[in-house]
């Protein structure tokens, strides 16, 4: 059965991530798709919490013994039947409407490679300004030689990604850039999508904190971008896997209680002082 998309979702212990995304697909105005989850054999319930979603979707679930997400992302691109490859992350967030745009620009515009608009997701919205910039510079840098991309989502024509020979898998990260880079290579721009919007997790950030989630964007970039290096070697600790950020909600709710009770004692002695 042909299909205009093939969504490759490469996973690795995403049980608490992943039903959220597929719920968003399950939401999807637009329905020309199937859904391919390319896991790296999770041990926790990642492949269970798909089942529900059966009725709803075309859903086919994959495993490699490659923990690697340009692996994982090719291994799931061999089993696509769609004529474009949508490639998001576990823990990315779509609006219902996101399809149906995407579809409409790509059947009008006749691209090969396609950007979605990224924001930061609902809770981080004091990053917006920022995600701003880092959107235009995506954009600008589509007409210069060392293009890049946001990562999380690539929407790319099947038989030009097998042309290109997909994603580098030999990358310790900044796989995206090279795959848009060497794209450019082949004379293909990326058309930027502002209609269709990714909604961006930043767990690692509250993960790890601001200032080493920037460092480490930061110079993969720029080793990337200003020096135009294969990063293949690691050059920080950057762990993959769901499972590294399942006790986030309840370090933020320890902290909301601690904070909320916190700010009682505080008016309290305000009161006390005050009297």
Known sequence: M???FSIVIPTLNEEKFLPKLLNDLAKQKEKDFEVIVADGFSKDKTKDCIKSYKGDLKLNFIQTRQKNVAAQRNYGAKKAVGSYFVFLDADARISPSFFKKIKKIIVRDKGLLFLPFFLPDKEYQQYKPLFDLVNIMVELSQ???RRFSLGGSIIIEKNFFNTIEGFNENLFIAEDHE????????GVNSKFIKEARIFFSLRRMKKEGQIKFFYKYFIASARRLLFNEEIKKK?????MGGQLYQDIEVKQKKEEFFNH???QIKTLFRKILAS
């Open 2 to 4: 042909k299909l205009f």
């Open 143 to 145: 007409n210069l030689p």
């Open 179 to 186: 795959l848009v880079q060497r794209a450019g290579q082949w």
């Open 235 to 239: 050059i920080f600790e950057y762990q």
């Open 261 to 263: 009770y916190f700010n």
